[in-house]
């Protein structure tokens, strides 16, 4: 690892990872001792490794799955096999959602019907979701498996495109909120895609390698492919410009007036307009189908 | 020119390429209708294309080379050349400065006993002698060639080490100051490198097409090649990111204080510490001569 000067072997490497994760926890202040947390899951290494981690540490956890309706390359199915299995290997209770179901449709077609970009209604979508499902669990952090290689992809291209509303917010801590938005936390925020991937094979962790058949298109590949470049020319920039990054990010507070949340007049789940994005994505997602006479789901 | 959705003849792109330079430069409020232009010129594309557009507007320009002393593959001879044929052919006034003369040894030499890249020597003695020989000859404004291209990779740059004094500062115009520092304008600024070459072109310039045999290590050249690679994969992002950045400059300069300029105790040029840093490189490298004998120049 030329960024951290370090080689290691298999036992000192899971021992490294394991201790850097709980000094990433303790210095973001992720996670209390009472606290109990959802890691939310998608079948792949980064959710997987992050449960097993977690669940290892002690931490009282509850896996949580998105059935996105994905039928492409058996995406879908597969990534459900991998999150069940792992759930009974490591005993622990996995809550499982169906974006049919809850929306109507699967993903692509939800997409197509509300003329959005497949990953803005999966993320709207999972973000909805994951914040019910914690609210109906009582748990109080939510877990995401994001990597360094993610968060620095969104940050650059929030950089690039000067989104000063998204450079304002993004942490590996996002604080809960009095209308019901749970802490969401990303304990491998400072290790790289490759990291993590190196301590679930060590681990002996069974995870799908499969990509998302939509992820191809994903502007946050180019710009992880530019991201590797510069890392390979100069290791350890992708943490030198997060960690700066953080380090900086007051300036893009300062002008910014926090939005008020209140439920949304729907569902009920924190929003800062009338009727939330979800809501609105699902009623437009039925017109559609009502007009075109396929009714969706 | 697809981020403009134009295709365009040959006097038609002189035309538009002069007109927008002229926008430029009202836009952003570059010269004022009495104010003399100090051309700096490389013998390049960019710095001759500059001179030529500016003489052909009207404007009084005078030309300003700086011979560097880095021979290898004839560099500085053939620039030298380049620029002052040129200079006959529009029959305006070339000022010349040696870098040997005035340091006492060329750009590559200063590098190495001195410990400063390369480039870095070479940008200090520009900015010093450009800015004395504006002054020498009562200029008001000094104009450079720099591009879109060389201003989003220094941007870029800026942006990936969180360069937060430097992000507070770019633009295309540098106000004058009360203690000698003369305005500093790029009117080319919003122009690829491309089309200044192709302006170049059409316009017949014989400009040196041998780029300086120190700039194949630059650490910009690489931010060029991720920009231009972006700006393939979405015509006008060049422009976007650099016209959002200028709009949203001001979050860097809010918790910045300007340092107090003051004469230099040994050039008397502007600097904001005692001695100026191109008096303490030229200070340095005579020293390093003195004691491994070999004197400098």
Redesign the interface.
């Known amino acids: 690892m030329p960024a951290h000067r370090l080689s290691l072997c298999k036992s000192h490497y899971i021992q490294w990872f394991e201790t850097y994760t709980r000094r990433a926890i303790d210095k973001f202040e992720m996670i209390q001792t009472h606290e109990k947390v959802m890691v939310a899951v998608s079948g792949g290494k980064d959710s997987l490794a992050l449960w097993h981690l977690l669940a290892g540490l002690g931490y009282e956890t509850v896996g949580f799955y998105i059935e996105l309706g994905i039928p492409d390359q058996g995406y879908s199915s597969n990534s459900q096999l991998k999150a069940q299995s792992f759930a009974e290997k490591i005993g622990q209770k996995l809550v499982i959602a169906r974006v049919e179901e809850e929306m109507g449709a699967g993903i692509p077609e939800i997409s197509k019907s509300t003329y959005r970009k497949t990953c803005s209604v999966c993320g709207l979508s999972k973000r909805h979701l994951m914040n019910r499902a914690a609210m109906d669990e009582g748990v109080d952090v939510l877990a995401t498996g994001h990597n360094l290689d993610d968060e620095t992809a969104s940050l650059f291209g929030n ?4 989104d ?1 509303g998204y450079l304002g917010k993004q942490s590996p801590v996002l604080a809960e909120n009095a209308v019901g938005l749970r802490k969401k936390i990303k304990p491998f925020c400072y290790f790289t895609e490759k990291q993590v991937a190196m301590y679930a094979l060590l681990s002996g962790i069974d995870y799908l390698q499969q990509d998302c058949p939509h992820s191809v298109t994903a502007t946050s590949l ?1 710009y992880k492919e ?1 991201l590797n ?2 890392e390979h ?1 100069s290791p350890g ?1 992708k943490r ?2 997060f960690d ?2 953080l ?2 990010q007051g ?2 507070q ?2 910014q007036t926090q939005p008020e949340l209140r439920p949304c007049a729907r569902c009920g789940m924190p929003t800062s307009i009338e009727v939330c994005s979800y809501c609105k994505t699902v009623e437009r997602a039925k017109c559609h189908s009502r007009e075109s006479g396929n009714p969706v789901g």
């Open positions: 950089m690039i495109n000067w000063i180019r530019i470049q510069m020319q920039m030198r410009f700066r990054y380090q900086n300036l893009f300062a002008e």
